[in-house]
Nanobody, 134 residues
Framework: QVQLVESGGGLVQAGGSLRLSCAASGLTFSRAAMGWFRQAPGKEREFVAAISWSVTSTNYADSVKGRFTISRDNAKNMVALQMNSLKLEDTAVYYC???????????????????????????WGQGTQVTVSS
């Protein structure tokens, strides 16, 4: 049984930083692209960042580029999201997701899908709340 467990959420002031972690089990982690999505109250779930099998291939939403960094540790089956310069609009529930189904060559990298479409990620965590205050 695949499990994705997020941690690290909390309350932070605008301009501050948080680091989210996601521990994965029950899957071949090195063959899973990993992503982070978020959902704010009254809004649809949106893509934040993703990383391919290779730690060198990443993908970011324009709204977080230059502020957030996704990374993975295949030895520990973990993916992290370092969030700096947080803004009020970053307030949301953040979800970790794994993509194991759609294998191919993306941006010259052999991996499973690590794009922006949530429906191509087949495993999801329960989410962790991030609240940014003024």
């Amino acid at each position: 049984q695949v499990q994705l467990v997020e941690s690290g959420g909390g309350l932070v002031q605008a301009g501050g930083s948080l680091r989210l972690s996601c521990a994965a089990s029950g899957l071949t982690f090195s063959r899973a692209a990993m992503g982070w999505f978020r959902q704010a109250p009254g809004k649809e779930r949106e893509f934040v960042a993703a990383i391919s099998w290779s730690v060198t291939s990443t993908n970011y939403a324009d709204s977080v580029k230059g502020r957030f960094t996704i990374s993975r540790d295949n030895a520990k089956n973990m993916v992290a999201l370092q969030m700096n310069s947080l803004k009020l609009e970053d307030t949301a529930v953040y979800y970790c997701a794994a993509s194991t189904k759609y294998y191919g060559t993306y941006d010259g990298t052999e991996t499973t899908y690590y794009g922006t479409e949530a429906n191509k990620y087949n495993f999801w965590g329960q989410g962790t709340q991030v609240t940014v205050s003024s």
